[in-house]
């Protein structure tokens, strides 16, 4: 079941044959790609993938990555964990949501991290804040 208000910017978005994504915040941008992914939208799922890639920084490439999981969009999740796993030595531990998403970027073999301690204080650092 489609969210009215979701409803209405895909209805506006068929109207005017564009809509300004940047005006929503990342959760709204992945309800509205998960909706146009199942009704076969191809140019806004188009231009929603291009917002978010141009949108990528380190405070949201896991958000970029769940929401391009959810829509099935392949290349940007791929290149919004490479975003995150290459970004380590500058990355906070507020970026990380759940302990989830912190295990799996820490013992991923692509993090780029100068060594280990360097891994562990960032754990540390997250498990106390």
């Not at 829509?71 to 030595?89: K, P």
Request: glycine share 4%; with cysteine.
């Amino acid at each position: 079941m489609l969210d009215p208000n979701i409803t209405s910017i895909i209805l506006q978005y068929m109207q005017m044959g564009m809509i300004l994504l940047t005006e929503y915040p990342l959760s709204t941008i992945g309800e509205i790609a998960i909706a146009a992914n199942f009704l076969q939208i191809t140019e806004l799922t188009k231009q929603i993938q291009y917002v978010l890639d141009i949108q990528l920084s380190e405070s949201n490439w896991i958000e970029t990555m769940a929401i391009a999981q959810n829509a099935s969009y392949t290349h940007l999740e791929q290149y919004s964990a490479a975003y995150g796993l290459y970004s380590f030595n500058s990355m906070k531990p507020e970026y990380i949501p759940t302990i989830q998403r912190l295990v799996w970027y820490l013992s991923h073999p692509y993090l780029d991290s100068q060594n280990e301690l360097y891994v562990f204080k960032f754990g540390f650092e997250w498990l106390c804040k």
